[in-house]
């Protein structure tokens, strides 16, 4: 065998091996995010805890209510915090941090027994933080840090969410195996936020594996002012990449509801590309989208409600001076395909896992 003939054999073999490993990666993606469309309809949670502490107080710290994944969570607590014959105020932190400085210390003020923030960080608001450990009020999050469970160091009994590097991993993998292995995309985050910038960057990194795939740009834009950025942001990437942007992967749903309009003014059909597929949290109007089939083609949704129940029960049980629950919600890709399960009618992702009667038979109440 000749030199040539040699070299090229062992070229043909690297590109075939390259090749194969590509295709395992496309298959393994494609796997993992059909798995995530399934029903969820059986509960994996707590089935014993305290029973549910007499005429407790409590607030939940909006980041921003305009959000709709802290909105839903609010709601859920309020629906929780009634079954458990509690009080509970809410306040919204208008999405700056000013504003939720002030509603931190507005919280602080009526003494509550414990307190809820929702969607932004503790390094904030530290000082805030270290005025209720000092006061004595409980302190549990609602996506206040890159990871579930307790986080002592921040002042938080526990973090509730679903895995972030799972949430992103989907959202991205949904995007490679909807695209054969070809997607151009464009990531949108917002770097005020650590958990938007983990989420993000796991989103790129799964992309970057895609040997077929590229990452055209790492847009950051604050999320709050989406509404002002959007418009003008969406017609500048299209006039920048054109037909090279085929998905858009976000932090949060709400980027992309000031995206289409941009993108029908330029010609662009709702079912076609660029699709949107985001990574959380599952807001009324992405559901309409994709149901639709109109600019959004998934959303990888936190169970909202859900969670409103997981964080009244997570406190109840640091009242009760007991540990953590332990559980984590899974996760779940929402389609056009599944869009008529666990909520989707009401746009909104609430599993049919009979969440509501097991909280109240571990707080007695039933």
């Known amino acids: 065998m000749t030199k ?5 054999s062992v070229c043909a073999l690297a590109f075939a091996t390259t090749a194969a490993r590509a295709d395992d990666y496309i298959d393994m ?59 509970v105020t809410v306040i919204d932190g208008q999405g700056t941090v000013s504003a939720r400085t002030a509603a931190m210390n507005q919280a602080l003020t009526l003494k509550p027994d414990g307190i809820v923030v929702g969607g932004f ?30 986080e002592p160091e921040a002042g938080i009994y ?7 590097q799972d949430v992103s991993e989907t959202a991205a993998y949904q995007a490679i195996a909807d695209s054969g292995g070809k997607a ?44 002002q950025r959007m418009p003008q942001l969406t017609t ?14 976000a932090i949060n749903d709400l980027y992309f509801d000031f995206m289409g309009p941009s993108l029908a003014a330029a010609g662009m059909k709702g079912d076609g590309t660029p699709k949107a597929i985001s990574a959380g949290d599952g807001s009324e109007s992405a559901f309409q989208r994709i149901r639709a089939k ?10 909202l409600n859900e969670q409103g129940w997981q964080l009244v029960d997570e406190l109840n049980r640091a009242f009760n001076k007991q540990p953590w629950s332990g559980f984590i919600s899974g996760i779940h890709l929402v389609t056009a395909n599944n869009i008529a ?17 097991h909280y109240k038979a571990i707080w007695g109440m039933k």
């Open 184 to 227: 151009g995309v464009i990531i949108f985050t917002d770097t005020q936020y650590e958990i938007a910038v983990f989420k993000a960057r796991a989103m790129e990194a799964a992309i970057k594996k895609c040997g077929g795939c590229t990452v055209l740009e790492f847009v950051d834009s604050p999320i709050g002012e989406s509404s």
């Open 158 to 164: 526990a973090n509730v969410t679903t895995s972030p």
């Open 121 to 150: 960080d503790t390094k904030e608001q530290q000082v805030a933080f270290d005025a209720a450990a000092k006061a004595g009020a409980i302190v549990v999050g609602w996506h206040s840090g890159t990871k579930p469970g307790p």
């Open 294 to 303: 109109q600019y959004q083609a998934g959303t990888v949704p936190e169970p």
């Open 29 to 87: 993606a494609t796997k993992k995010a059909t798995a995530a469309t399934g029903r969820a309809d059986k509960w994996d949670g707590p089935t014993t805890g305290p029973k549910a502490a007499p005429g407790k107080s409590i607030v939940f710290v909006a980041g921003d209510l305009k959000n709709g994944g802290i909105l839903g969570a609010s709601e859920g607590v309020k629906e929780a915090a009634k079954a458990a014959g509690w009080k």
């Open 341 to 357: 399960y666990d909520g989707g009618p009401k746009n909104v992702f609430d599993p049919d896992n009979g969440y509501r009667d």
């Open 4 to 8: 040539a003939i040699l070299l090229a």
């Open 236 to 249: 500048t990437l299209l006039q920048k990449y054109g037909a090279k942007w085929t998905y858009s992967l």
